[in-house]
């Protein structure tokens, strides 16, 4: 059952530099069951292949983990906002892993949202989808025996998706957003997000053509995780991305 998020008053201000100033004594009744208070903490330019950002760094008093929020153009205080929440994935992120399509995700959004006027893409340190870089290795131990992702993930002893959205709705709560277009194949994530108090008017697909490596990861998306993701032998659909060109 959806909510009003607790700080959902907090002061408008001119640029994303005053949230600092803004948020330095801020304290809220926090988002979720665990009561998730963020604070702006720093705002920085952010040129980039991919476009022209702003960089606003948070902290929280949570997990003691630093997200950050990627902003193009005039974000605060807008309804409507295109909005893309990306887990942190060291291997594919950095390294252009091959076994998921977690970088070509984060580079489609970043030159998506530079292409259209305003919007917001949030880098959420939440990495194996919230189960820890070690744990993930692990995880990817058993699927090179043949277990799925989420049978891996279960066989570690956690759910199928450990992420808590709290701090991303707190996120944009601080950044004024009053609605989103959300960037995602995941219905779950909307609701998780509805269920914080975010009104999201819409959602924009994010498919990434599967590869050789990552084809039974994204089926497992697909099949056991409620993604919204097609595959070949059904029609393409219009708002997939081109495929990844893989160098050798």
Known sequence: MSQNPPCSGLPRVATLEDL????????????GPHHI???????????????RFKIVAFWNNRDGKEHVAIVHGDAMGTQDLP??????CLTGD???????????????????????????????????????????????????KGL???????ALGFRDDERDYAVAAHMLT???????????????????????GIKVGDRIPHVIPANEWDRFYLETKATRSGHLIE?????????????VIIEA
């Open 148 to 154: 799925d992702t989420v049978d891996a993930n279960l």
């Open 83 to 88: 909005t893309r929440l990306h887990s942190e």
């Open 94 to 144: 950095v390294m252009g892993s091959l076994r998921c399509d977690c970088r070509d995700q984060l580079e489609v959004a970043l030159r998506k949202i530079a292409a259209y006027e305003r919007g917001v893409i949030l880098y959420m340190r939440q990495e194996g989808r919230g189960i820890g870089l070690i744990n993930k290795i692990k995880a990817y131990a058993l699927q090179d």
């Open 20 to 31: 600092v100033e803004r948020d330095k004594d801020h304290d809220c009744a926090g988002f």
């Open 174 to 196: 601080s950044l004024n957003v009053g609605s989103i277009r959300l960037m995602t194949n995941n219905p779950k994530k909307i609701r998780a997000l509805e269920e914080l």
């Open 231 to 243: 595959f070949e032998g059904k029609p393409h659909l219009p708002e997939q991305d081109d495929p």
């Open 37 to 51: 208070c963020v604070r702006v903490a720093a705002v920085a330019n952010l040129p980039s292949r991919f476009g």
